[in-house]
């Protein structure tokens, strides 16, 4: 788009009555064509990128018009309406706060407990920080290091911009708009995220965080992640941080598409601790993230490792679409719902190549009054001769409470395959407890210690330094769980 | 260094303990020895803390304070060692990081230093060497798949390296065959000093021929109702538990 049409929309936008600044840098609240133009100028999209957005913006609508928002979800708490309106879509970045002094002091006091060092912290806080840690050289470093591999790591709008034809190939290809009212709402209006190509044969010699990319502060409420890992590459992709992040935006509706082409693998492991509200159940972050990967490639593999212990609501169900011959999909999952958290999630691995095979762990940890669900679908299709499926799937009870649900699925329509699922249902025994105690190990030690080992299948998943992470994670997330 | 006092003890409100006296010496091994029922384990459990046993009269005082106004843990702090007759397994917890935090919690709590993950294991492999049990039990789960002769050496080790105080050993000998049950004995022989006092728990007179206690005390139906030394469990094995609530059949007894 040139520079006359964007005045010229910035001209109609005044027209409707848009905060007229000079400069301005935010839409206000709701949502309509105008909006959705407004996003696009704002970030110099092309043609191609805003005529994708409208047509996922219709589609939303003619959704949210007839009443589809999904409900399908076991969430026994229930939750407030959305008012889709009320929402800002292109909301300017906040006043950032000049020093910790300004910074929520319970926070603080969890950035402690992770061990997080000072300097990180106020970066994590969201603290101006441009003299004190230098994220921006460490950044260059890494960027350095990639280009030599022709590696691409960047956020999604410099991708929309600067690699305009992979994105056009790729985006849409896994989660298409249509795919749910979410995953609809996130193509009209998604805000950043990140975009990753590995080229044929490369491995990439570090393992790529969000944590790292300059811009990802301020990716906001609706994400957009693309990962293409090109014939025989490998990829190991982090996602978010131990750090509690603290966001305004109640909404997140993130899309996440993974592309795995022949003897391509990807392995992509979140950390997610948004705000979960608090004893009663206000407040905290309503999580509703489609993420799939597309193992298209003969002998492509897609691992997804989650440990999920923030949102009030949690409605995530990473996948793969098992498409090339002798493909490999595992789903390894820690969910943890305390307080009066709700979380609906599991996977959908989706047999369609011979010898396909996937691997789903679920662990489940419910506090508190936490309600933890499992749901999960394993579909062989049936040209999928010989798929092979395991799945575990195993809930543990803290108190009295909370509950655990499990909805397993299993579609089969080629009868060569093989499946096995194993469930079980704990609750942390006092015998256990007292076992501990007797040793000398406090209450609080006790449980962390029995939830570490509950979740060990999925820990030793992640790398190293994000699976001890984890671990302090739980125990911080747990504490005041007993007694 | 332990005085129980007339101990009343319920459980869902069913009196076990009626009225249970024992002193308890520094250097001591005492035997507690009774029929099924009769309250053993009940009094094990007490000592250590277990949740559900209500405490209806009486008074624990373990070197002068009210242990029963202690949390589990802190007993063990204090140094009580309970080894469980039948010890839970912990899956997915690895015994070394398990013994680990629990170590570090009792030294720190002694006022030491906490030791490293490569000084504890050293000091395990050198104490479950020294009691001639294989290594291997090290690199599991915490009991998780342990054989019973297994689970009760485990308890044994775990005992020698916290080093208690006061160590209670809950009928650790059942369902032993002779090499563990030898195994165990020597554990707690190894273990006997004029600092450290242990209660014996047990069935069957068999564990005290390795375990030579100084004192035997007869449990029948929630009271003591026959102390003395070794020799008592002899006649025990003689003359059943019937015998010893008998009014002093033998001149055996101190009552």
Known sequence: ??????????????????????????????????????????????????????????????????????????????????????????????????????????????????????????????????????????????????????????????????????????????????????????????????????????????????????????????????????????????????????????????????????????????????????????????????????????????????????????????????QGDNSVGEFYSVALTNLRQQADTGTKMIHIGKNTKSTIVSKGISAGRGQNTYRGMVKIMKGAEHARNYTQCDSLLIGDKCGAHTFPYIEVKNRTAKMEHEASTSKIGEDQMFYCQQRGIGMEDAISLIVAGFCKEVFRELPMEFAVEAQKLLSVSLEGSVG | MLEIKNLHVSVEGKKILKGLNLTVNAGEVHSIMGPNGSGKSTLASVLAGRDGYEVTEGQVLYRGEDLLGMAPEERAHEGVFLAFQYPVEIPGVGSIQFLTAALNAIREHRGLEELDALDALKLFKDKIKALHVSDELLGRSVNEGFSGGEKKKNEIFQMAVLEPTLAVLDETDSGLDIDALRIVAEGVNALRSPERAFLVITHYQRLLSYIVPDFVHVLVNGRIVRSGEKELALHLEEYGYAWAGQRDPTGVGSG
């Not at chain 1, 212990?309 to 098992?322: E, H, M």
């Open chain 1, 1 to 322: 788009m040139n520079t006359p049409e964007i005045e010229a929309l910035a001209q109609r936008e005044y027209k409707y009555g848009f905060v007229t600044e000079i400069e301005q840098e935010f839409a206000p609240p709701g949502l309509s064509e105008e909006i959705i133009r407004f996003i696009s100028a704002k970030k110099g999209e092309p043609d191609w990128m805003l005529e994708w957005r409208l047509r996922a913006y219709r589609y939303w609508k003619e959704q949210y018009e007839a009443g589809k928002e999904p409900q399908w979800a076991f969430l026994p708490y229930g939750y407030g309406p959305i008012d889709y309106q009320a929402i800002s879509y292109y909301a300017a970045p906040k006043q950032r706060p000049e020093s910790l002094d300004e910074v929520d002091p319970e926070l603080l006091a969890t950035y402690e407990k992770l061990g997080i060092p000072l300097e990180e912290r106020k970066w994590l806080a969201g603290v101006a920080v441009d003299a004190v840690f230098d994220s921006v050289s460490v950044a260059t470093t890494f960027k350095a290091e990639l280009e030599k591999h022709g590696i691409i790591f960047c956020s999604f709008s410099e991708a929309v911009r600067d690699h305009a034809e992979l994105v056009q190939e790729y985006i849409g290809s896994v989660v298409p708009h249509t795919d749910n009212f979410f995953a609809a709402l996130n193509s009209a209006v998604f805000s950043d995220g990140s975009f990753v190509y590995v080229p044929k044969g490369v491995r990439c010699p570090m393992e790529l965080s969000t944590y790292f990319r300059i811009n990802a502060a301020q990716t906001g409420q609706f994400e957009r992640t693309l990962i293409i890992a090109d014939e025989g590459s490998y990829v190991s992709y982090m996602e978010g941080c131990t750090a509690p992040m603290r966001d305004e935006n109640q909404l997140h509706a993130a899309v996440v598409e993974l592309v795995a082409l022949d003897d391509a693998t990807i392995k992509y492991s979140t950390i997610q601790n948004w705000y979960p509200g608090d004893e009663e159940g206000h407040g905290g972050i309503y999580n509703f993230v489609t993420k799939r990967g597309a193992c298209r490639g003969a002998r492509s593999k897609i691992s997804w490792t989650q440990v999920e212990t923030g949102s009030a609501i949690t409605w995530k169900y990473p996948s793969c679409i098992l």
